[in-house]
């Protein structure tokens, strides 16, 4: 299991198409991966638990994942959400 926290930076935060680009990196990955805020868990695979978070942009995460690609996981959400 893999955890690293991070920041968003995304400018308005995670809207509806910058949570499907994240949903889609997600999704291209065979471990399991979530996002943890406060004490919030939901799967980064998931557009309607990723909505539910509401997550703006300078908030705090945890991004989490468990499976034989966790490392790579984990980096290509970094990179998504720190790149704008």
Do not use: F
């Not at 557009?47 to 991004?63: P, R, V």
Request: net charge negative; charged share 25%.
């Amino acid at each position: 299991m893999v955890s690293k926290s991070m920041t968003i930076n995304i400018p308005k935060g995670l809207e509806a198409r910058p949570v499907a680009l994240l949903v889609q990196v997600a999704s291209q990955y065979e471990s399991s991966i979530y996002v943890e805020i406060q004490e919030k868990k939901v799967n980064a695979k998931s557009i309607m638990g990723m909505m539910s978070l509401g997550l703006a942009e300078g908030e705090k995460i945890t991004i989490i994942a468990n499976g034989p690609d966790e490392n790579d996981a984990v980096e290509a959400i970094d990179k998504y959400i720190s790149k704008q």
